[in-house]
């Protein structure tokens, strides 16, 4: 009886990392579900950097042939999302500090302009849709969902940024949380170290307040606290523990 094949370099066994689902409608191609399938998993971290893949094992798990998996693969590796190594294995990108400083530089001039853009188009209505993502955001503390925490995250800028209905900015606003997802879920783990203080918070009081300036300052604390301290600290630890 023949035995069964070893594990080589090329073809190393692994269990491929839940990925999370995402409703299937009636509009999506199977390539667009694998394609938001995988970007949600990325985005939220549920893949950590270094994660690797195969086509195969993507395939198997999101029950599906190997096509769509390629063409979503393919559109994730053009987003730096996947990167598609020799013969036919994936990984999540590493980050590195320079790449992270690049990332998190770009977030805060991106998001700030967004906001400046779509303050005119505060309402009263969106200022409460906005207070119950952040109620919802609460709960998601308290209960340490960090899938929902992320999403809610993204809804709530979402909304904001979107309410300026001439807006360009949030592909590139997306593409920033994309690659910057799998290393933020490190981050978002040290829960009570990054949330003593709600900047969510601070950024309703100023929509309130009608003070445009008091919104940029507050989200630039957010992404500061949410990405810059904890997320240096979280690269510094493990540049200095690895083998030299």
Known sequence: MSQPAQ?????PRMTQPAIPEI???????TQEHAYLRLRNAIMVGALKPGTALTFRGLAQQLDLSPTPIREAVRQLSTENAI????????RV???GTGRFDELVALRITLETHAA?????YLSDVAIQEL???DDLMDAAVRDHDLDGLTRLNHRFHRLLYCLNPHQAVMPQIESIWLQLGPFQRQVIENLNTIYTVDHHKAML??????DPGALCAAIERDIHDGSIRLGRQIL???ATSSPR
């Open 131 to 133: 207070t119950a993502i």
């Open 93 to 95: 990108p590493e980050l």
């Open 236 to 238: 510094n630890d493990a």
């Open 116 to 120: 400046q853009r779509a303050f005119s």
């Open 83 to 90: 990167e598609v190594l020799g013969n036919r294995r994936l």
């Open 205 to 210: 009081e100023a929509m309130r307040n009608h």
């Open 7 to 11: 594990p080589t370099p090329d073809h």
């Open 23 to 29: 409703p299937l409608t009636d509009s999506m191609t």
